[in-house]
């Protein structure tokens, strides 16, 4: 798996592991027929998870980011309050945290040093933690109640991809899990969640066909040294992740942010110079989606309005926003809470082909190392 199987980069390779990485990750944890997800290596008992009052989330980097999904796809499942922090925060805030909470660390490596102070803080205030790494029996695999491993295989390259999709994978199984165990969610929500989850890896496979109109995207912005990309709900922490790719492997100035907010200051930025990529999926099937995906419209005519150029991320067949963005890649139709693992892939191939337009080091930016052990 470590070489780089006819692929020019790691990172292009891993983007396009990712269909394996999830089905690797999600099968063998569910089963359809029964609508029964099964996490054993999480050993707290149900009535703890019964008991449960709070979940806390530290990660740092691409991983907090997979924590912001998790938060909405817990808390929406759940109905339990759920808080994200950065883990190199995490000893400032004084987190008011003890029993009967659960911390959530997030690393791929299992080896940040960050992440490691935090678990340990959570751990000494009595919080129970479960660890979702990519690595086996890495330190904060070992030192974790339980861990939940992504099976995406070795991450090389330094932006991190599958491990990513892996991890908001992981993060979902876990709220179905919790909505098994607390009877928050039936058989029948269970399978057809269970199912939708099955059908992600192929969904993947989909929207990777797509790579060639990223690449002509690519042509059309390397140039550019400043991005604004949006999103909202469970889409801002895609936004907030395609930006740290972009900033990552090209050394672009790019920034994400909740797009309800960007009325608030940042649209003050948007003219021709500033290109601006915005998450405008649609679960047809969930009202929020909508409503949000109405907004998301409302705000493109208004930054076309501001003499930008558009790119969307949008659902296959929203012909409206076809005509409307400058530039649109569509991924298939998912439930709301599904499609941020979906939609971060056009947005990985978007940055990989913009750090090789511009003859980058893909694989090894500048000053970036793949695990932080060093605080
Ligand atoms: C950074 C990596 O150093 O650490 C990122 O470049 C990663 O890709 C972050 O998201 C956190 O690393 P880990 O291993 O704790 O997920």
Redesign the pocket.
Known sequence: MADKGGFPHFMIKEIFEQPEGLRKTIAPRVSLEDGVVRLDTVHISAEELRALRRINIV???????AGMAGQYMIQELVNLPVDVDY?SEFEYRNPLIGPGEITIV???????A??TAAQREAKAKGSRTIAI???VDST?AREADGVLYTHAGPEIS???TK??TAQMAVLFLFALYLGQVRGKLGKEQRKQYIRELLDLPGKVETILQSAADCEQMAAKFYKNDDFLYMGRAAHYPIAMDGA?KLK?TSYIHAEGYPTGESKHGPIAMIDENLPVVIIATCDRNDPGSVLRYEKNISNIRGFKQQGARVIAIGTAGDEQLRGLADHTIFVPEAPELLLPILEIVPLQLFAYYVAVRRGLDVDR?RN?????TLE
């Open positions: 990660a740092s980097g691409t991983s907090r980011h883990a997030i690393t791929q490596s299992g080896e940040t960050d992440t790494s990519n690595v904060i330094i932006a991190s491990a990513f740290l990552e930016p970036l190392v793949k695990s932080v």
